[in-house]
């Protein structure tokens, strides 16, 4: 893909005013580019801070990086996928499919590559939001569009001497496009969701792999089979047949919810599953004890492999839950563990490694973009949420920030199902508020603080009796205080509904000063 064509304005002053400007290219801003269009909306543009479509999915290359819901529900409802190739599609496969998406909803020339926003701040006299990016140049627009995402900034952990490791050293979200495992010593740092899919691959070929593991995670079979040719064009030809299918995906998933919400009955049975797969997977007692979670199944992300647990199982795989004291310039060094009692778990360190891989997840709770968000009192975005809860109304809209919407907000994420689902809501709530402001082109809406906090107390209601506040578990799902800010308490359809359109009686219309 090539940039949309970037005028030289530093000298003129800051292009504008836009309608919209959206920033990010992920599936968040092409949803929302897509329903502005939609809506006849054309005066936008797409701000991407590297040169290619995609987010997360573009960022994380690693081997055996792979979708974790089914292929039928991870395409556009308005767009959809006949042809997955996998039951659960791969990173490649979705990558491309986000190209093809752009072409097809004639979005190229809307894209502007290479564009990092360094900051968007309110200018009440204007009531437009000023968009600056690196470089020196300056947007001007009625509404902002955050589709920046939230899994697309590495956690580094602040380990002891972390930096004086001399050999190989990477987070999974920037895996080496040339890196070969084959004969090296590979330390991996963290069992989630991208460690179970990227260690069985480098096993294959690595010398040694030693994962450090922290918290035993509930790791599910995943059934992963290819679609059959004859499936894809039947899907292709007969648009029912896909319907059905991503019909009977979405209520099988969406049906989970009131078991992680409540705590239900239903968690009992997913430990169960999870303890059978231990079982028929790993013959070793004390690496069963070592795999088995502590904690409520939901609490932390359920992951789905199956070849998560054979991979431990090979000698030349080790796992050891004993604490990292700190890294030398060669080596690992862990601390023993008087409490420690399998065998397995009373390694001591050093451990002579020469790659370290950090699969230690991403920095969701506070994502960057909001501290260069300035509303209207002159506070970022960070520092509003940091006074109250970390949260935003509906996900996407905060007090004393007007026309600006958070794609994939505080309170969107789901433990069960896609989250396109979610991003197709608020793209629509998006343009909702795109229409209105289009139609009233001196207000501006800016959402109630009555209304936030009203609906914060029905967040933390809510969410106070799930398996993610009180399922035994620390993840990132909580944020400091240990309140669940990265979920969604309810259904999908829920959701949907509330997000259905704008009401004016939840936001304040402010006039244009005169």
């Known amino acids: 893909m090539t940039p949309a064509s970037q005028s030289e304005t530093t000298q003129q002053g800051p292009r504008g005013p836009l309608a919209v400007v959206i920033v990010g290219a992920g599936f968040a801003g092409i949803g929302a580019a897509a329903e502005l269009r939609r809506r006849g909306i054309t005066n936008f543009t797409i701000l991407e801070r590297a040169d290619e479509v995609g987010g997360v999915w573009r960022d994380n290359t690693y081997p055996g990086c792979q979708c974790d819901v089914p292929s039928s529900l991870y395409s556009f409802s308005f767009l959809p996928k006949h042809d997955w190739s996998d039951r659960f599609a791969t990173q490649p496969e979705i990558q491309q499919y986000l190209r093809d998406a752009v072409r097809h909803l004639d979005l190229e020339s809307r894209i502007e590559f290479g564009r990092d926003v360094s900051q968007v701040q309110w200018d009440v006299e204007a009531q437009l939001w000023t968009v600056s990016i690196a470089g020196g140049e300056s947007l001007r627009a009625r509404m902002v569009i955050v589709g920046s995402g939230t899994l697309n900034e590495p956690s580094i952990p602040k380990f002891d001497g972390l930096a004086d490791f ?47 593991q922290r918290t035993a995670p509930w790791v599910l079979p995943r059934g992963d089979r290819s679609v059959p040719r004859w499936q894809q064009q039947l899907n292709g030809r007969v648009p029912a047949a896909m319907s059905v299918t991503r019909g009977v995906d979405f209520l099988r998933r969406e049906l989970l919810t009131n078991s992680f919400v409540r705590s239900g009955r239903m968690l009992s049975l997913i430990e169960r599953t999870g303890r059978r797969h231990i079982n028929s997977q790993i013959a070793d007692p004390s690496l069963r004890a070592l795999v088995t979670p502590e904690f409520r199944a939901g609490c932390k992300r359920l992951l789905m492999s199956d070849t998560w647990y054979p991979t431990l199982t090979r ?42 891989v950090l699969a230690t997840g991403f920095r969701v709770q506070r994502r960057s973009i909001l501290s260069v968000i300035v509303g209207t009192d002159g506070d970022s975005m960070a520092a509003a949420m940091f006074k109250t809860a970390p949260t935003a109304y509906l ?35 998006a343009a909702d508020m795109a229409s209105y402001l289009d139609r009233n082109p001196d207000a501006a809406l800016d959402v109630r603080s009555a209304v936030m906090e009203s609906f914060t107390s029905e967040l933390e209601e809510r969410l106070g009796h799930s398996v993610w506040a009180d399922g035994g578990c620390a993840s990132w799902y909580q944020d400091a205080h240990g309140r669940v800010t990265a979920l969604w308490p309810g259904t999908t359809t829920e959701f949907r509904r509330r997000t259905r359109e704008i009401s004016l009686a939840d936001y304040r219309v402010l006039s244009r000063p005169q």
């Open 166 to 212: 001399s050999g190989e050293l990477f987070h999974s979200a920037n895996w080496p496009a040339d890196f070969d495992p084959s004969g090296k010593r590979i330390a991996v740092i963290g069992t989630g969701a991208s460690a179970v899919q990227f260690v069985p691959k480098i096993a294959e070929a690595a010398l040694s792999v030693t994962v450090f």
């Open 315 to 356: 000698p030349n795989v080790t796992l050891t839950t004993t604490p990292i004291s700190h890294f030398t310039s060669t080596s690992v060094v862990t601390r023993h563990d008087p409490g420690g009692s399998a065998d397995r778990d009373t390694t001591v360190g050093p451990i002579e490694v020469d790659v370290i």
């Open 395 to 429: 996900g996407s809209t905060l007090p004393g920030f007007p026309n600006l919407v958070l794609m994939t907000g505080p309170n969107t994420g789901l433990a069960n199902n896609s989250m396109l689902l979610m991003i197709e809501a608020q793209a629509r709530y």
